[in-house]
């Protein structure tokens, strides 16, 4: 009597994460690498116009008026810069735009945060309904209020004077800030609020110590918004003030083009003066900034 004995094939080990990691890898540093060369594209089509404002404040006129252009600058000089400071109205324009802007910036983060701590804290009929009004405020272009904010303010003596424009600024910006600020404010437990309340804080002494510390990275992102916006506006600017002492910078630029034409190295030098402010403040408070924007905004 024979008996047949049959091989049972022994089972394929599954291949560890390791091995497959190892065998995907080539595709994905390909694929890494074609969004890092895009993303290179991108920054540098981004960063060119500021690379040539730059370069154009530092090039001699009868060079910036040449067809022949270049990348770099045949020769560097500094005389565009002399000449955009000794513009006539250059004191009084950085004087009323710092002016203008920190007063729209501090009043609008004032009453923002009074605003967006009453929205996320208390329970009031037509709550929701002014989160919406909020949310659609920020869909109306600027050009289509620019009617009714110059007959209200032409009515009540506001223009030619900075309250008007500092008004303009400060309402323009509370929509967003209010909202920013709100989910930071959801997002911090009442629980501590209400501890430091025990301990012996009034609800402002609670609010001073424990809640604005945490509202910091919310109130560097709105505060970065609200000083783009008033610093760098111009419609406003122009329409509502027409005092030539009380210019703002952006509307002093329109000075560098007369009946003999324009004058590019110091408007370009004056452009880039321009806007080391506010690159120096988001510099400064960048870190805040973006923890603000990922962070608190997205809950609530």
């Given at each position: 009597?024979?008996?047949?004995?049959?091989?049972?094939?022994?089972?394929?080990?599954?291949?560890?994460?390791?091995?497959?990691?190892?065998?995907?890898?080539?595709?994905?540093?390909?694929?890494?690498?074609?969004?890092?060369?895009?993303?290179?594209?991108?920054?540098?089509?981004?960063?060119?116009?500021?690379?040539?404002?730059?370069?154009?404040?530092?090039?001699?006129?009868?060079?910036?008026?040449?067809?022949?252009?270049?990348?770099?600058?045949?020769?560097?000089?500094?005389?565009?810069?002399?000449?955009?400071?000794?513009?006539?109205?250059?004191?009084?324009?950085?004087?009323?735009?710092?002016?203008?802007?920190?007063?729209?910036?501090?009043?609008?983060?004032?009453?923002?945060?009074?605003?967006?701590?009453?929205?996320?804290?208390?329970?009031?009929?037509?709550?929701?309904?002014?989160?919406?009004?909020?949310?659609?405020?920020?869909?109306?272009?600027?050009?289509?209020?620019?009617?009714?904010?110059?007959?209200?303010?032409?009515?009540?003596?506001?223009?030619?004077?900075?309250?008007?424009?500092?008004?303009?600024?400060?309402?323009?910006?509370?929509?967003?800030?209010?909202?920013?600020?709100?989910?930071?404010?959801?997002?911090?437990?009442?629980?501590?609020?209400?501890?430091?309340?025990?301990?012996?804080?009034?609800?402002?002494?609670?609010?001073?110590?424990?809640?604005?510390?945490?509202?910091?990275?919310?109130?560097?992102?709105?505060?970065?918004?609200?000083?783009?916006?008033?610093?760098?506006?111009?419609?406003?600017?122009?329409?509502?003030?027409?005092?030539?002492s009380k210019y703002t910078l952006n509307v002093w630029l329109m000075t560098?083009?007369?009946?003999?034409?324009?004058?590019?190295?110091?408007?370009?030098?004056?452009?880039?003066?321009?806007?080391?402010?506010?690159?120096?403040?988001?510099?400064?408070?960048?870190?805040?900034?973006?923890?603000?924007?990922?962070?608190?905004?997205?809950?609530?």
């Amino acid at each position: 009597m024979s008996t047949s004995t049959s091989t049972v094939p022994a089972p394929v080990p599954a291949p560890s994460p390791a091995a497959v990691e190892q065998k995907l890898r080539p595709d994905r540093k390909k694929s890494r690498g074609i969004y890092d060369v895009l993303g290179l594209l991108f920054a540098v089509v981004m960063a060119f116009p500021v690379y040539w404002l730059i370069i154009s404040s530092l090039r001699p006129n009868h060079e910036i008026r040449s067809y022949d252009q270049t990348l770099w600058p045949s020769s560097l000089t500094f005389d565009n810069f002399a000449r955009a400071v000794e513009q006539p109205n250059f004191s009084t324009a950085v004087q009323s735009s710092l002016i203008v802007s920190v007063t729209a910036v501090v009043g609008g983060m004032i009453i923002a945060t009074l605003a967006a701590l009453a929205i996320g804290r208390f329970r009031f009929f037509g709550r929701r309904a002014l989160l919406m009004v909020l949310i659609l405020v920020q869909m109306l272009p600027p050009t289509a209020m620019l009617i009714p904010i110059y007959a209200q303010l032409n009515a009540i003596g506001g223009l030619d004077e900075y309250w008007g424009l500092i008004v303009v600024y400060l309402v323009s910006t509370l929509p967003f800030a209010i909202i920013m600020i709100r989910g930071f404010v959801v997002n911090i437990p009442v629980e501590l609020e209400e501890s430091a309340m025990v301990d012996g804080c009034t609800r402002m002494g609670a609010f001073r110590r424990v809640i604005f510390p945490l509202l910091a990275p919310g109130l560097a992102a709105a505060s970065i918004f609200a000083l783009v916006n008033a610093w760098n506006e111009y419609l406003f600017a122009y329409i509502l003030i027409n005092d030539n002492s009380k210019y703002t910078l952006n509307v002093w630029l329109m000075t560098f083009t007369t009946e003999r034409g324009t004058d590019y190295g110091a408007l370009m030098a004056s452009s880039t003066m321009i806007a080391l402010p506010v690159v120096v403040f988001f510099m400064i408070i960048q870190k805040k900034m973006a923890t603000g924007l990922t962070s608190g905004a997205v809950k609530g």
